[in-house]
């Protein structure tokens, strides 16, 4: 429920108990008083503060009436004073009058003047309410722009960050893809070296083997020989020294042969081992080949990858104002 003017009827029972608080504390009963005490606008506290104003007026007017004649003014007046009493009840009614419209002019002064501050600071009030919500917005502005240029700042580093990190990886890989293809051309150094000495073991188990079977056949031969030997000894024995002689020199020829066919099969056995060797190192020289070219086919496409990555991560340029 409100009034003509809009304000709420609570606001003007406010403003009553307000006023009436603060005359019986004694203080002075103003429009700033009045609008703290009960919590109101000013326009509130000087419409309502005018309607007590003149509610009080009208109290203390209704009190100044002319009182019921007391019983000794009434025995004055049997003697004829009634019009005496008269007069100066005419007399103070007429300075009342005078003093109540002299304060009924300056009050309606003050009121307007109030009225008017009133309206002022309401219109203050707006327009400060209209400046701090400009403010606040002018601030969000400024909160939000500063966000964005952090943010901005933000990816900028990242960029930077990444594209250094991508530099050094990709100098890291490519030393390593440097070493991968020094350790590859020394394993094909090595391989070639192991096919080359599996090469000459070859070669020399032949001649080994060769020279074996050649003393086999001289041994053979001196053995038929030193057979031949026996059995004309057996049968003749008619040269007895010579066969003698014979015999020793056939005997000393097998023991030199037969010594010259162990150190053949020491030889022979000596390059087989080494053709053994040569073998292992062969297949240990494949192995290692083929694992340095797994890892350079690796490294080559981790270089791969850290290039394209590096190409397609540019660094973002800062905003605009930022």
């Not at 103003?30 to 009208?58: F, H, I, M, P, Q």
């Not at 109540?100 to 309401?122: I, N, P, S, W």
């Not at 290692?288 to 660094?315: D, K, W, Y």
Request: glycine residues 4%; hydrophobic residues 45%.
């Amino acid at each position: 429920m409100t009034d003509g003017s809009g304000n709420n009827v609570r606001d003007k029972e406010r403003v009553f108990q307000a006023a009436e608080a603060l005359t019986a504390e004694g203080a002075a009963v103003t429009v700033t008083n009045v609008r703290e005490r009960a919590g109101c606008s000013n326009a509130a506290a000087t419409k309502y503060l005018r309607e007590w104003r003149d509610s009080k007026a009208a109290e203390s007017e209704a009190r100044q009436t002319l009182p019921e004649l007391p019983a000794a003014v009434a025995a004055l007046v049997d003697r004829g004073v009634d019009a005496l009493w008269g007069a100066a009840v005419e007399v103070a009614r007429s300075e009342h009058e005078a003093a109540a419209a002299a304060q009924d002019e300056a009050l309606t002064a003050v009121v307007g003047e109030a009225d008017a501050l009133a309206a002022r600071v309401d219109e203050a009030d707006a327009e400060l309410a209209q400046f701090r919500a400009v403010l606040e917005s002018a601030r969000e502005q400024a909160r939000s722009a500063e966000e964005d240029r952090a943010a901005v700042e933000k990816e900028r580093a990242d960029a930077v960050a990444t594209s250094a990190r991508l530099e050094g990886d990709l100098a890291a890989l490519r030393e390593a893809l440097d070493t991968a293809r020094d350790e590859l051309t020394q394993e094909r150094a090595a391989t070639t070296a192991a096919e080359r000495a599996r090469s000459d073991a070859e070669a020399a188990r032949a001649q080994a083997e060769g020279a074996a079977v050649g003393l086999r056949e001289s041994l053979a031969d001196v053995r038929g020989a030193l057979e031949i030997a026996r059995t004309e000894a057996a049968q003749a024995h008619r040269d007895q020294a010579t066969a003698e002689t014979a015999r020793a020199l056939a005997e000393a020829s097998v023991a030199r042969l037969e010594g010259d066919l162990s150190a053949s099969r020491d030889a022979l056995a000596s390059a087989q081992e080494q053709a053994a060797e040569a073998e292992q190192a062969r297949v240990a020289a494949i192995a290692a080949r083929a694992q340095a070219e797994g890892m350079a086919a690796g490294l080559r496409e981790a270089l791969e990858a850290a290039t394209s990555a590096a190409i397609s991560s540019p660094v973002p340029a800062e905003r605009a104002g930022s």
